[in-house]
């Protein structure tokens, strides 16, 4: 399958190295308007790859199956757009779109046209959150009483993106995925704009029936933090992106009601539990050619991607209304 990556900018040289990397690809042609960015690419991939300036060509192209989007969030919606009415399918990084109407009209018109949009919620492709998915469906955990996501960093800082739009949205994909698609009740958030026209610190809450989140998402902390933990009834659960090893730790630890049914009597008595822990056994993959491996599976076996434009516009959803009530 030919596929045309448009952008080869901050994350452009990443995909384009994975598809690269996938013996069921060819990378045809890079696409980007900047000219340092075109003889970038022309250092790395010399004359295996065809380059352009004009998206045009590449929209004209019947060669071409298949586009990967890695340009700023604005441009999206108008490059998914034309390269869908040019009977292409479509890979592009996460934001899906600028707004749900255009998320919305997008979804529509790839179902028209019966092609498929793939959105890099890179995470959900990781091999440790996929162990994750595993304990949590077998019932290791319990049932799930909150998770909490810490994503901190210096830089990079965005103008195109708040850093919700930006890092929470990996945290959003990921509860969305272990959790099945299920809609928060409650969204609370706040933020504010340090360096930056567009908030670059954000801490949003989630209520649903059963759970709650809370999501901080920072461009201008000190330490770098990618952490996330869900306390469960029978057992809890760290993982740290951050470390070198036993980033995954499966703690055997718990709260356990002793006495009583309601937690406002008096006769009410819990007691906490600190037993083993271990290490589970995670594959070594890399997060970004999974994602591009399954828009490729998708596209041939004609199947939509778990990362397809509905979770994409539930994610959405949320940070639009997070925005809605920033401080509030």
Not at 25 to 44: F, P, R
Not at 176 to 194: A, N, T
Not at 221 to 238: E, H
Not at 254 to 275: A, Q, R, W
Request: proline share 3%; charged share 25%.
């Amino acid at each position: 399958m030919n596929i045309a990556l448009v952008g080869f900018g901050y994350w452009g040289p990443n995909v384009a190295r994975n598809i690269n990397a996938n013996p069921n690809l060819k990378l045809h042609t890079i696409c980007d308007m900047i000219e340092s960015n075109i003889e970038k690419a022309k250092s790395i991939y010399i004359e295996t790859v065809n380059y352009d300036a004009n998206y045009e060509n590449i929209l004209n192209n019947v060669n071409i199956n298949a586009v990967a989007i890695a340009t700023n969030t604005g441009t999206h919606y108008k490059l998914i757009k034309a390269a869908l009415e040019n009977n292409k399918h479509v890979y592009v990084e996460k934001p899906f779109t600028s707004t749900i109407e255009e998320a919305l009209e997008l979804e529509a018109l790839a179902k028209e046209k019966n092609l498929i949009i793939h959105i890099d919620h890179i995470m959900i492709f990781h091999p440790a959150i996929k162990k994750i998915k595993e304990i949590i469906s077998n019932g290791e955990l319990g049932d799930i009483l909150y998770i909490d996501a810490t994503r901190t960093s210096l830089g990079q800082i965005r103008k195109d993106v708040s850093s919700m739009w930006d890092l929470a949205v990996h945290d959003l994909s990921i509860i969305d995925y272990l959790m099945d698609g299920v809609f928060p009740k409650q969204i609370k958030s706040f933020g504010e704009k340090i360096y930056n026209p567009k908030e670059s610190i954000t801490f949003l809450t989630l209520k649903y029936d059963n759970f709650f989140a809370q999501i901080e998402s920072n461009w201008i902390s000190p330490i770098k933090d990618r952490k996330l933990t869900i306390v469960g009834t029978k057992k809890m659960l760290v993982y740290d992106d951050v470390k070198l090893s036993e980033k995954l730790v499966v703690y055997n630890k718990n709260v356990e009601v002793l006495k009583g049914d309601d937690i406002y009597s008096d006769d009410y008595c819990v007691k906490t539990n600190e037993l083993d822990a271990y290490i589970p056994k995670i594959e070594v993959e890399d997060a970004l050619f999974n994602s591009i491996e399954h828009f490729r599976l998708s596209v041939v076996n004609k199947t939509e991607s778990f990362s397809n434009p509905a979770q994409a516009i539930r994610i959405q959803e949320i940070l639009t209304m997070a925005d809605n009530n920033m401080n509030k």
